[in-house]
């Protein structure tokens, strides 16, 4: 079963959106080793390969849409911790 590329990618694109909203607000000084960026980066590469190979592997898709809810839960959980320190 293949879950259509519309289901998954938003989710990614909203959560690199928060992480690089984070990753802005942060001011990082060393911003490649940061674990904003790196998830950044990831779900850039997730958007990629669904982009890619989404159709043709089964169960690629379904292992995305999940990864892709886990990086919006972790983005938003980033994004509200921070709002709430400052």
């Not at 289901?7 to 001011?27: G, S």
């Not at 998830?39 to 982009?51: E, K, N, P």
Request: no cysteine.
């Amino acid at each position: 079963m293949t879950i259509p590329t519309g289901a998954v990618i938003p989710p990614l694109i909203i959560a690199f959106a928060l992480l690089a909203f984070d990753h802005y607000r942060a001011n990082p000084d060393r911003p490649a080793t940061n674990f904003r960026f790196l998830m950044m980066v990831a779900a850039v590469l997730m958007m990629v390969v669904q982009l890619i190979f989404g159709g043709e592997i089964a169960w690629l898709s379904p292992l995305l849409l999940a990864l892709a809810l886990i990086w919006l839960a972790v983005a938003s959980v980033q994004v509200a911790r921070r709002f709430r320190s400052q």
